[in-house]
Each structure stands twice: as C-alpha cells, then as structure tokens.
C-alpha cells in the first residue's frame, strides 16, 4: 500500500522550515566580503592603469559584475542576514551602498515595503480609486482595468518607467533619480543622508576626472556603475515580471503565498549565480529574507517546496517575453501585453 502524500506546506510552516538556514557562517560571511572587494578594488585600479582601450573596457565589464556582487553583501548585510552587528562590516558596506549611489536608509525602507507587500496590486474591493501605481519589485505594475483608467500622461510615465531603454538607463532612471535624490526631495529631513551619497559620488567623479582625465574616470568608476546599474534593476524586473507571475488584489494577497508565485527562480551558470550573489534563488528570498545569500541555494535543494518554481533565464527570447508583457490581466489571471489590454 502507498503511504499518503504529505500535503506541501505553505505560509508559516513554510517559512519555519527555513529557519535552519537562516544562519550564517561569521568566517563564511567575511570570506564572501573579502573575496568579492579586494578583487573589485584591484580590478577598478587596473581599469585605471592600463591603457589598451580593449582591456580597460573588459576591465571595467569585470568590474560592474563585481559590483553586482557587492551591492548583494550590501543588500544582505541590510536584511540582517550576514554580519550583524559588525562595525567593520557597516563601514565597508555602507561605503559600498555610496558608491553604488544607494544610501542605505533610503533603500532599507523601500526594499522593506517591497518584501511585505510583494505581488500585491489595486486596492481592495474599490474598482473606482484613483490609478496608483503599485510597487512590485523595483518596477510599478498595473491591472489592465487601471490601465483603462489610467489618464494619457499615466500611461506614457507607466510605459516608460517598464521600458528596456529606462532599464539600460537605471544610473539615472532607479539609481540616481529615485533611489538617491528622489528620497531626498519626498522627505529631506528623514533621507538628509541621500545629499551626502550624492555629494560624494559627485566629488569622485570630479576628483578622478580631474586628476586621471575623463577616460580613467570613465573605465574605473561612471562605467561600471553604468553597467551594473542596469543589470541590478534588470534583475529586479526579470525576478517579479514574467510572463508566468501571478498578482494578488488585496483580498486575495498573503505574504508567503505571494512569495511563492511573484518571485521566479532564476536559472544560471554557477559563474552568473556567482556573481549576481544568488539572487536567482529569489523565491527561496522572498520566504525568509535572513537567509545568508551563499545559503540559499542549499535551502532550496533541502526544502521540497523550493523545487518546483517558476523559472527564468537569460536567454534572449525570455528577455523579449518579460518586457513583452506588461498589465495584468485578472480575468485572464496572467500578465497581457497592451494591446491584448486595450483588444479584450
């Protein structure tokens, strides 16, 4: 006789079973800080160096994958997930944070907000309200009835805020104009720090300009940032915006389910899952967000639920398919295009 199948478990017993996980290696954490800003250091000042323009531009690609790394040392060290409490550690990875011009009291509040209020979309029960632009990921996402609703102004902003372009752009687009200055100018007596992050990228690049000329600036540090910039936000959106992600209304939304279906798995080379500090794993995130990043891989082998998410990549067909899609459609219960949108 076949013993029963064991229902998969969900919401909290879920995220009870990661708990295991949820603890770090001190020597492990300081090992993955070590191995990934000594070689971001070394990589940036031999962009600055040499003087083959072919190998200052691999230089500097080598150096904004580092960066993505880094900004995931950051980004966990902010969750509490490594190095807690270490003075070392906030100094290396809030100067980390400034130099990805990412002030960190500006992104712990909104990257919080996104965590607790992932895959939610619309207000409840109110068909009439006013077009708001909802958070999921890095990236607003609306309902095709809000699109409908949308004025031609919301539109176009909506549209272009989901665009490849703005995406290639997040230096400006996420980074500089929302992330830093854009806290600052909502709420300057809470987000002052944003003008500090600001200034000194501002004098770095003004510093290196100055004493190297443009091109050492360039290669070493405004290029890199460029290029990681718009990988990290690409990351985002790919993570929470696919053609197979399910949405919640408020009345249907809870945090563990909507963690479980609005946060793909994104499948890549141990070389890419390196380097992008596996984020890939996001759903495994989204669940128990303390789980140190070089863990999550391991929960997602032991934990059976983990082992059957959604799933991206890179390829260049899926790259097409999630900017392809941009509403979501509740009757249909999937992500539409716009003109499927304005069709139906």
Known sequence: MNAPSIPPRRGHELFEATRPFARESRLRSWWEVASTLVPLVLVLVAAALVTD????????????????RSFILFHDFLHGSILVHSRLA??????????????????????NFHHAHVGRIGAPGNDTAPVIITDIGAFPMLSVQEW????????????????PVTICCAYFSVFLGNICLGSLFRNPR?????ALVFLAHVTLIGGLWRAFGWSVMLHSYLLPV??????????????????????????????F???????????????????TGCIGYH?????????????LREAMRAIPEFQHPMTTRLRPSEI?????????????????????????
């Not at 790919?238 to 249907?252: A, L, T, W």
């Not at 909507?258 to 390196?274: D, F, H, N, P, V």
């Open 90 to 111: 906030r100094i290396l990875l809030y100067g980390v944070g400034a130099l990805l011009l990412v002030p960190p009291r500006s992104w712990r509040e909104s990257h």
């Open 148 to 163: 409908r609703r949308a004025t031609p102004l919301q539109r176009f902003l909506y549209a272009l805020s989901r665009h």
């Open 226 to 255: 460029w290029i990681a910039g718009a990988i990290g936000a690409y990351l985002f959106y790919i993570q929470h915006s696919f053609p197979g992600v399910r949405v919640f209304v408020p009345d249907e939304w809870d945090l």
């Open 283 to 295: 759903h495994v995130h989204h669940i128990n967000c303390t789980i140190p990043f070089y863990r």
């Open 53 to 68: 323009w072919p190998w200052r531009l691999l230089l500097s690609l080598l150096g904004s994958l580092l960066m993505v």
């Open 190 to 194: 809470k987000h002052w720090p944003s």
């Open 320 to 344: 097409s398919g999630c900017f392809h899609v941009n509403l979501w459609d509740p009757e249909k219960r999937r992500m539409v295009s716009y003109r499927e949108a304005m069709a139906s």
């Open 257 to 275: 389910d909507a963690a479980m279906e609005t946060a793909s798995y994104l499948k890549t080379g141990r070389i890419i899952e390196w380097f």
